[in-house]
């Protein structure tokens, strides 16, 4: 598993802002943003999975750095502190008591 994390550009007046997901796709990866974003996905930084290979010079703009598993974990664990690293390489928490009682879990 490769860990990236980004920011999300803003074009002018836009009312979204836009992530490296399709320059990524375009070049024969994917890019995919996990729940991880510190503070905010509009002001903060992303932390995703890249799955392939892309050259880093095309995501520039958006900031794009490559983590180490353990840096991806301890970006997890400034946010939650019982963060882990699943066995397929993601990053995930414990659920909290109450959504796991909302659905009978």
Known sequence: ???LTWKLTWPDDAQYGFGPEPVVAENGGRLEASE???PTVEAGTILGYL???VDFA???DWNV????EVEAL???QALNP???LANDG???APMPDEVSAAFGL
């Open 1 to 3: 598993m490769r860990y």
């Open 58 to 60: 095309l995501l520039a």
């Open 51 to 53: 799955i392939g290979d």
């Open 36 to 38: 991880w974003v510190n």
């Open 74 to 76: 301890t970006f997890a």
């Open 65 to 68: 750095a490559e983590l180490t």
């Open 90 to 92: 993601r990053i995930g």
């Open 82 to 84: 019982e963060a882990f």
